[in-house]
Structures are given as structure tokens and as C-alpha cells.
């Protein structure tokens, strides 16, 4: 069944709205319709705008922003390096960030700095988007860019596990742990205000490249005679991957399977041409990341799931089912 783009992304919108809505009744203290809207008019008791306004509402937003990123991320280098396996991560910019607040952790400069973490991270990430952007810049391969990209990602993980294995502490090595599996609890306006301009941005760049990601679905050979221009669409791709990606580890921690999920499951629905997965791509992201957060806040005996955790058993059974009905129909 096809549905069109357009048709596609209102209904995700509109879906987007409802579950994000609803997520904001979601937590240990038990909140009301109307208590919900009377914080958001600003009519309601201290208590419970400090429950919504500066705790909910903040962890929703930063959800649908990360979610969002994700989605178009894997969408757009999918498209880019016409590989159905690549996603954030083939870039080596999560890896990056990751190493980046492994290093914070290990210095323990959250104790000084509250944002060292973030700041460490989106370094981390930076870093790796610099690298990428000078490779890409002399006109490299897409093979050469994946293999820079899984080069990157291959040092900074053994990188990670070398801070891990010289931990201070348990509770160092705990904190590292439960970093890198992700999460969304207890991020605050101060989190938005620091990664949402780097996310945005990586948008931004990323602005107009539907029509290249087409081109390059048929060759790179037919994307120049078509005139695209392919050193400027790789750059605008990777680097505004990287940025909007690297901001989303800064403050989230690793996040895995969304990026390489959500274009498949968008493409069963409206097509191949790569430069109409992007919104659709996003927007559903944004509605996985936001799930997946809701059932971090269902109790699950003395522990608590991790986001990381709830995206990689939601995302590995789709994937698979994915490759599953992919075959099917190949035959």
C-alpha cells in the first residue's frame, strides 16, 4: 500500500502531536487534563508547573528533537551513500560524542561544571565532523567516506573502552554505563538551549538536498550529467549530519536503531526516491524516540529502563522484519 508524501506527513504530524500531548500526563505523579493545561496557560500551583514545565515539557521536546534528528539523518545517508545498512552511527559521530562524556565522566568534571558533559561530548563530536568535513572536501568516494566513517567510529568505541577499563571508580564506571545507554530523564530548558541551536543548524544545512539524494539514487555519473553537484551535497550531508547528530548524543547519550529503522519502515509506505523519506524520516523518528521514552517511565522492578535499551528491542525485531518482508517481496 502506497500513501503520498504529503498525505504520509500530515497524518505523522498529527500522530507526532497526540503522543507528545499524551506524554506530558506521563510520570510518577499523577496529573490531570486540567492540571496539564493550567500549567501550560501558567494558571496552575507552583508544584505542579515545576512537574511540567520544567520537567516534562523539556524531556518531550528534547525527545521529538532527537528523534526527529535520527530519523532524517539516517535518511539522508541512506540516500547519500545508497546503502540501506547506514545510519548515524556509520559516520562515526556518535562514537565520537560518546568518548567525548566518557572522558567528562572520567574527570569527574560534571562536579565542577554541570554542562562539561554536554560541552565534552559535542566536542567529541566536532571533532569527527571536522575530519569528515576535510575528507570530504578533496572529493573523496563514497566507499572512502564510509570507511573514514567506520574508522572513526573503530577508534573512538576502543577509545571509550580504554576510559572504561582505567575507571577512578565503580560509581565512574557505573555513571559511563548508564550514559552511554542513553536516556532522557531529568533534562532541563538548559539542555534545549545548549544542543537545540546545533540541532537546528544541522537541519538547516541539511535544507535542499531531497533533490541530489534522487540524482545520486542513479548514479553518481547521472548526478553530475543531471548537474549536481556531489562535493557539495556530501559536505551538506555529513556535516549537518554530524552536528545535529553529535548535539542529540550531547545530551541524550547513545541512542541506537532509530536512524536505521525509521527510512525503511517510511519506504515500505510512499516509495524509493530518497529525497521524499526525509520528513516522513523525522517525523517518525521523533514518534519512535517518544514512545520509547514513554516506556522508560513504566517501572520495571528495582531498575529502570534505559532509552538506548528500548530502541534496540523495538528497532531490532522491526529491522528484521523489514529485511524479512524486503525478501519476500524480492522474490
Known sequence: MRI?????????????????F??????????GAGDILAALSGSATHSTEIIVIDLRLPRMVIGILAGATLGLSGA???????????????????????????IAI??????????????????GALIATMILSFISSHDSSILTLILAGIGISSLATAAIALTMNFA????????????????????????????????????????????????CSLGEDTAQTLGINLKKLRMKVIVGSAISVGATVSVCGAIGFVGLVVPHMVRNIIGYAPGRLLVPS??????????????????????????????????????????????????
Open 168 to 215: 577512578p571508580s565503580p560509581m565512574s564506571l557505573q555513571d559511563m554505563i548508564m550514559w552511554l545507554m542513553g536516556s532522557l530523564e531529568n533534562r532541563t530548558v538548559s539542555d534545549i538551549i545548549f544542543a537545540g541551536p546545533f540541532i537546528i543548524g544541522g537541519w538547516l544545512i541539511m535544507r535542499g538536498v531531497g533533490q541530489g539524494l534522487n540524482a
Open 282 to 331: 523525522a517525523l517518525l523518528g521523533a514518534i519512535l524516540l517518544t514512545i520509547a521514552d514513554l516506556i522508560t517511565r513504566i517501572p520495571f522492578g528495582h531498575g529502570q529502563l534505559r532509552l538506548g535499551v528500548v530502541t534496540a528491542l523495538i528497532g531490532s525485531p522491526l529491522f528484521l522484519y523489514i529485511i524479512y518482508k524486503t525478501r519476500e517481496a524480492m522474490r
Open 4 to 20: 503520498k508524501p504529503p498525505l504520509l506527513t500530515l497524518l505523522l504530524a498529527i500522530i507526532l502531536a497526540v503522543i507528545a
Open 106 to 123: 572520567y574527570f569527574g568534571l560534571s562536579a565542577y561544571f554541570p554542562l562539561s558533559i554536554q560541552i565534552m561530548a559535542m566536542g
Open 76 to 102: 539522508a545517508l541512506q540516500g547519500l551513500l545508497r546503502n540501506p545498512l547506514a545510519d548515524p552511527g556509520i559516520i562515526g559521530v556518535s562514537a565520537s560524542a560518546g568518548l567525548g562524556a566518557v
Open 22 to 31: 499524551l506524554s506530558l500526563f506521563i510520570g510518577s505523579a499523577d496529573l
